[in-house]
């Protein structure tokens, strides 16, 4: 069997030893290099561009403006911004194109010979901009009189999008409650830090397609945005991703695709044919993408003497900055974690997504789960403290089980496990046995530990994050299998594996080969895989969501079916081709939330242990206990490496990562300032506890979770150090300066 293996990644030698091709590494001999110009101007309209001068640069050899897009609007779930901010375009869009809402928003593209060549003509271009009043933040947005970002939308507001949950009657929930808890919880920004900028070589391929080599997350989805800007049909755009240096969700919308597309094609036109090549810079990448969003959530909750919950307010806005991105699609998921995976017979949510002149929000690992465990988790423990409770008996009182009703008045899909993981947890951490003494610690290597200023806490949260697609959206995946051999043979004797799916670092594609084999009853090195190519790929749908291997692997049973008939039948090669589609899910109710958001879930629990040294406020975290519900692991060594991964991102999220934006800009673009977990800042033990109880609809009954590790971690390091110190923090990061300053104020 090569299910619930640990087979090593195809990958992995190339990887180790640096002969990898990321996007930044492809550079054909005779390419041109371009240089994606942003703004610079957070809000500004632009009155002029004069290209003159660096077109006249010793080197350079064109310059791509909005002159030359054809359709001027793109976006991945709405069409609400320019693919080149600039004056004289004359094509229809949704949305005023000259008009800077954002510091990245890409106003030219200067190619030239050299990479040096295109950077100084870049610098020649001479742009005049009018200045428009900024709206900073969320308040600003919302005051009376605020600049509108986007009056194309017709709305009186920079509120755009909203959602509501009406469940039973909230007011007789907390009358019946012996306690109630409430907080207003602050979420901030984070970077994704990918181990590789953005980067990508376009050229016209022998068939006359604009081809682009980069890296993404949904090759579909990348040739449809760049088709739909240069006014192509999608048959005449092929989209290729190379080794892909992690994505988070980062690289699910556009960076450099569109303006790579459009340059190769104009340059093309022009009778100028050798490829174009861009990389971003450390800097360019941070400033130049969108980011975890930053919100509020106000959380009411209560629940009887018993621990029972009777009733749940919560009011979650983000901040979508300047332009959708997926903050609709966010906001969905966030909307509905701040429920989590309990029984709650009365409820109020009222969620909405607000425009700013600020770096965009978008997809992150996790997709709005992590905002919305934060506000939930962090008030039952609140509340459990408050009700002399322990806090995994209260979950263990609240959450669902086979057969309930969600949040949402639907009944949760077939699998529901939280009792199962709660369990797990708490007794594989130990969580109700006193804890040891603490270990040295020395959080500045220059002076000596001080172990009277040393303090010991645990905290515990649970949760649930979809599998999949959510609200209606035609979830979709495609696979497409060859079995060979010859016409007297048997069994095949070895298969070729055709999927689009993207490898961000997660070792999926390596998952897909597994379950192939395991379809085809071949060995694992008989089968070859073909993938990320929309030249030679069906749709596959997103890498995110956690759904790939759920998603990929019901495609790859369905295509090997097929490939099996064929071979019965006698066809050599023998082609199976599979579109998977799930049980459909629903728009919720505009005025009650009604509806089945999800086909699937995935559920988690995490038990987490810190050190504090008062005296510094540094925090260490020593023993985390991640457990997870995985269906069936395809590849145990995967699974831990994704809940391992998960933990250390969570864990500069919720303690170093400060990303600073000062009047639309961001103020720390490096990494010398933002600063992301370095070997020493991570935590000491990662216990990774995997459980296989099968998902009914999953492929071996397999359930997907790399996002998991991640939507719990926040909560419960936020417990552990209240449990350290007594005190509660409602924002993060846990940065020295501020757990100081609070110990200090206390």
Known sequence: MTIGSASTRQDAPAKTFGSAQYPADVLPADSLHAVIVFSGRPHARMLSIDTSAAREAKGVVDVITAADVPINEYGLTMRDQPALVGVGHT?????????????????????????????????????????LPLANDIDEALAPGATLLHPENGLPTNEYYGLKIRKGDPGAGFAEADAVMEATYRLPHQEHAYLQPEAGTAYIDGEGRVTI?????????????????????????????LAIGGAFGGKEDMSVQIALGLTVMRLAERGEHRPVHCRWSREESIVGHHKRH?????????????????????DVTLDAGAYNYTSNKVLGNAHLSVAGPYRIPNARIDSRI????????????????????????????????????????????????????????????????????????AQRSDFLEPLGEPAPFAPIASLPPEPDAIRRGRGF???????????????????????????????????????????????????????????????????????????????????????????????????????????????????GRFRYTPPPTEVLDPDTGVGQPNFSYGYMAQAVEVTVDTGTGHIRVDRV??????????????????????????NGYVLSEDLRVDEGFITNPRLSAYLIPGIGDIPTAVDSQILELADPLGPFGARG????????????????????????????????SRVLAALTKN
């Not at 990245?104 to 271009?125: F, K, N, P, T």
């Not at 945005?225 to 048959?235: K, N, R, S, Y």
């Not at 930053?294 to 919560?314: D, F, N, S, Y």
């Not at 936020?718 to 110190?725: F, L, S």
């Open 91 to 131: 094509a229809e869009a949704a949305v005023d194109g000259a008009v800077s809402r954002w510091e990245a928003d890409q106003i030219a593209v200067v190619v030239g010979e050299s990479l040096g060549a295109a950077r100084e003509g870049a610098a020649l271009l001479e742009v005049q901009w009018e200045d």
């Open 213 to 241: 080599e980069c890296g993404g997350q949904w090759t579909n989805e990348d040739r449809e945005q760049v088709a739909h800007v240069l006014g192509l049909p999608d048959d005449r755009v092929r989209i290729i991703y």
């Open 294 to 314: 930053r919100g509020r959530i106000h959380m009411k909750l209560g629940a009887t003497a018993e621990g029972i919950i009777t009733g749940l307010e919560a």
């Open 354 to 425: 607000i425009y700013t002149t600020s770096v965009p929000g978008g997809a992150f690992r996790g997709f709005g789960g992590p905002q919305g465990a934060f506000a939930l988790e962090t008030t039952i423990n609140k509340l459990a403290l408050k009700l002399e409770i322990d806090p995994v008996d209260f979950r263990l009182r609240n959450a669902m089980v086979d057969g309930d009703e969600g949040i949402t008045q639907a009944t949760m899909p077939e699998g529901v496990t939280s009792h199962e993981v709660i369990e797990a947890c």
């Open 461 to 575: 949260a649970t949760g649930i994050k979809n599998v999949g697609f959510s609200f209606g959206f035609p979830e979709r995946c495609e696979a497409e299998i060859h079995l060979h051999g010859d016409p007297g043979d048997e069994q095949p004797r070895r298969a070729d594996l055709f999927h689009g799916g993207a490898e961000v670092g997660q070792g999926n594609h390596l998952a897909m080969r597994q379950m192939a084999a395991e379809a085809t009853g071949l060995a694992l090195e008989s089968v070859d895989g073909h993938f990320s190519d929309t030249a030679t790929s069906g749709d596959p749908g997103s890498a995110s969501a956690s759904r790939l291997t759920f998603m990929s692997g019901n495609s790859i049973l369905g295509a090997a079916e097929e490939a099996d008939k064929a071979w019965r039948d006698g066809e050599r090669p023998a082609v």
């Open 625 to 650: 206990t991640s457990t997870h519900d995985v269906g069936k692991a395809i590849n145990p060594a995967l699974v831990r490496g994704q809940i391992e991964g998960a933990v250390v991102q969570a």
């Open 705 to 736: 979770m790399a996002e998991m590790p991640y939507i719990t971690y926040a909560p419960a390091v936020i417990a552990a150090v209240h449990d350290a110190t007594g005190i509660w923090f409602d924002e993060f990061p846990l940065t020295p």
